[in-house]
């Protein structure tokens, strides 16, 4: 009896072994679908519009381009103003507003090509970051459901180790009982005057 219930609680354990294993599988493959799904959002060979809209940007953007375009400004009006006898500009600078409106025109596309190209980068890791967060989010549930089987496995087990062990304890009393009986009765036996 104690041989057949140990060999049912190995099996038990063994049944429990294989859930946490089909667990385990499952949890490899659907990280194998989630991790094939990432995007690589940086492209290591932009096209050559999107490089140079990407330095445009980034100089006209900057302080650096501020100050180089304000000390060009100056130049020009200084010496439209005070340098050049016939100026080629004068007062009130129509050339100069000709150029910064058509720096301007042209700037403001190119900067715009620059943002859609960062905010298509953006969106990418966005989705990144889903998947990320949905592949943690299958790890903690299947973490889940290996703790939860854990317990209920080892509560099972514990229960039937208890039960085995009542029945030992139950076997024991028995056992003293019987002893008890047989030892009064032999004591009794042994106890009675002779004649």
């Not at 910064?100 to 890791?125: C, F, G, H, W, Y």
């Amino acid at each position: 009896m104690k041989k057949k219930f140990l060999d049912e609680l190995l099996l038990s354990e063994n049944d429990q072994l294989q859930k946490l294993n089909a667990i385990v599988v499952n949890a490899i493959e659907e990280e194998k679908l989630l991790s094939h799904k990432l995007i690589e959002f940086d492209d290591p060979h932009p096209p050559f519009s999107g490089r140079i809209a990407d330095k445009v940007a980034s100089f006209g953007g900057s302080w650096k381009f501020i100050v180089v375009f304000l000390f060009i400004m100056f130049a020009w009006i200084t010496a439209n103003i005070y340098w050049l006898t016939g100026p080629f500009d004068p007062y009130p600078f129509i050339l100069l507003n000709l150029v910064l409106s058509t720096i301007a025109a042209l700037q403001a596309p190119v900067i715009m090509m620059s943002q859609n190209r960062k905010e298509e980068k953006d969106r990418q890791r966005a989705i990144n970051d889903y998947l990320i967060n949905l592949k943690s989010e299958v790890e903690i549930r299947h973490m889940h459901e290996k703790v939860d089987l854990l317990i209920a496995e080892q509560m099972k087990t514990l229960f039937d180790i208890q039960r085995e062990q009542v029945n030992i304890m139950n076997e024991i009393k028995n056992a003293i009982k019987k002893n008890s009986v047989m030892t009064r009765q032999n004591g009794c036996t042994l106890n009675k005057p002779t004649k």
